[in-house]
């Protein structure tokens, strides 16, 4: 039985089926090193190149995933791809939708109070990196075997670079009973003002048991918002009420603030706030330049080089789909790749041997990577180029190299004219040349020299 599982990339074991949508299917699968349970959305990707508004929908969630470390925040731990498919590795939540909590009945109010305070830890914090969530509802609130609540699906999220600027969205996007009453008008909202609302909406309901704006006449509701017009079941608290009142404030303005929340006494019973820097290091954050991006998951052993992050890898090397400005942060300028069958240690001996033959001193920094020294004084002082070795997949490795020093035009002539022809043997395609390689399971292994 254990035969039919799929292994992806040589980490992964893809177990059962969780949802479909529209572009892609989420499974259950298992990291084999640690046999961590994760959650694995597969993506197809020629259905991603052919529809514009998806492919910004990816990269924006990627942008945003990057940014957004926080214990009540789904944690996205890498993305990988092969040239058919995008592959999200994300944290395993087992508890459900929050909504189906709801739905079995309105909640006491010292429950209400945890998820919300847990709520606004984490949109605080989405705010703090120039993050606005957009579509926040019990259904994209999950919650954990600790019963502690995660936000996901940022798919809708906008992200600015200089949250305080006071720049205004556009995009009327969101669930139209969570959204606030200014982003349904064509003047521009405050990303933040609207999580707040929504964010007062999911109390209401939390509280309630149903929502404070409804209506079978979608007119009818949004009139509702846009006064908002509503009213508090009798069971509702008189700090609740005062609380909810000015949450729900049609005048963004006059909304109250998070820090504003965060003072109100009814808010401050019991809460605690997280160390949204205490998780694991995410793979998108930046390395000292000497570092290259790889998985933080998978520990580098003396015999097997870093797994290099396969989304970048594919993005990179093929046509149609190009991500790599999403992935700069520590690279060097000048850098090309290549992919090679051959195992880390036929490649890091080739390069070494051919460094050599051209006058170049070698020096291994680590175990697969190398620095080879011009044998002269060039334009800009010696010439000096990076070599370092990734894993794709199990068959699969990827070469870097990179001009860590000296004159841009020395390092392409003895790329082009001196070790591209003499790595001939070694290599499988350079990047940008259309090879037509797809899943790189199952490609066969060059033979050992």
């Known amino acids: 039985m254990g035969e039919d599982k799929k292994i992806l990339f040589g980490k992964y074991e893809l177990g059962r089926l969780l949802g479909i949508g529209t572009?892609?299917?989420?499974?259950?699968?298992?990291?084999?090193?640690?046999?961590?349970?994760?959650?694995?959305?597969?993506?197809?990707?020629d259905e991603v190149i052919k529809n514009e508004r998806m492919m910004e929908q990816i990269l924006r969630e990627i942008s945003v995933m990057r940014l957004v470390?926080?214990?009540?925040?789904?944690e996205l731990k890498e993305v990988m791809a092969t040239k058919s498919k995008i592959f999200f590795v994300m944290e395993y939540v087992r508890g459900g939708e929050l909504f189906a909590k709801v739905e079995r009945g309105r909640l006491k109010e010292d429950a209400a109070r945890k998820y919300f305070q847990q709520l606004i830890s984490a949109v605080d914090f989405c705010h703090s990196r120039g993050v606005f969530h957009r579509d926040l509802k019990p259904e994209n609130l999950l919650l954990d075997e600790n019963e502690d609540l995660?936000?996901?699906?940022f798919g809708l999220s906008a992200l600015h670079e200089h949250p305080s600027n006071g720049e205004l969205l556009h995009t009327q996007c969101g669930t139209p009973?969570?959204?606030?009453?200014?982003?349904?008008?064509?003047?521009?909202?405050n990303g933040a003002k609207a999580d707040i609302?929504?964010?007062?909406?999911?109390?209401?309901?939390?509280?309630?048991?149903?929502?404070?704006?409804?209506?079978?006449?979608?007119?009818?509701?949004?009139?509702?918002?846009?006064?908002?017009?509503?009213?508090?079941?009798?069971?509702?608290?008189t700090e609740t009420k005062r609380l909810v009142s000015k949450l729900l404030v049609a005048d963004p303005a006059k909304r109250l603030s998070i820090p504003g929340i965060m003072r109100v006494s009814w808010f401050r019973k019991g809460f605690k706030r997280p160390n949204a820097f205490s998780m694991q290091e995410s793979i998108f954050e930046?390395?000292?330049?000497?570092?290259?991006?790889?998985?933080?998951?998978?520990?580098?052993?003396?015999?097997?080089?870093?797994?290099?992050?396969a989304f970048e890898f594919i993005s990179s090397m093929s046509t149609g789909f190009d991500l790599s400005n999403m992935f700069e942060d520590g690279r060097k300028a000048g850098s090309s790749k290549f992919t090679s069958r051959c195992s880390a240690k036929v490649i890091m001996g080739k390069i070494e041997v051919l460094g050599k033959r051209f006058g170049f001193k070698v020096a291994r920094m680590k175990d697969f990577k190398?620095?080879?020294?011009?044998?002269?004084?060039?334009?800009?002082?010696?010439?000096?180029?990076?070599?370092?070795?990734?894993?794709?997949?199990?068959?699969?490795?990827?070469?870097?190299?990179?001009?860590?020093?000296?004159?841009?035009?020395?390092?392409?002539?003895?790329?082009?004219?001196?070790?591209?022809?003499?790595?001939?043997?070694?290599?499988?395609?350079?990047?940008?040349?259309?090879?037509?390689?797809?899943?790189?399971?199952?490609?066969?292994?060059?033979?050992?020299?």
């Open 69 to 74: 470390r926080h214990p009540n925040i789904v």
């Open 197 to 237: 609302w929504s964010c007062g909406v999911i109390l209401y309901v939390l509280l309630a048991g149903f929502l404070p704006f409804q209506d079978e006449n979608l007119g009818v509701m949004y009139r509702k918002i846009y006064k908002a017009e509503f009213e508090f079941p009798p069971w509702f608290s």
């Open 370 to 449: 190398l620095r080879l020294v011009g044998p002269t004084e060039g334009r800009k002082g010696r010439l000096s180029v990076t070599a370092e070795v990734f894993k794709v997949a199990p068959e699969v490795t990827v070469v870097e190299l990179s001009k860590f020093s000296g004159d841009t035009l020395e390092y392409i002539k003895f790329r082009e004219e001196d070790l591209r022809p003499a790595l001939k043997d070694i290599v499988w395609t350079w990047q940008g040349e259309n090879n037509g390689f797809d899943d790189p399971v199952g490609l066969q292994e060059c033979s050992k020299q």
């Open 23 to 45: 572009f892609a299917k989420v499974y259950q699968g298992k990291h084999l090193a640690t046999n961590e349970c994760v959650a694995i959305k597969v993506i197809k990707k």
């Open 286 to 309: 930046k390395f000292d330049q000497e570092e290259k991006f790889m998985h933080e998951t998978i520990k580098k052993s003396p015999s097997s080089p870093a797994f290099l992050n």
């Open 150 to 153: 995660k936000i996901s699906d």
């Open 177 to 189: 009973a969570y959204v606030a009453p200014e982003v349904l008008q064509t003047k521009g909202y």
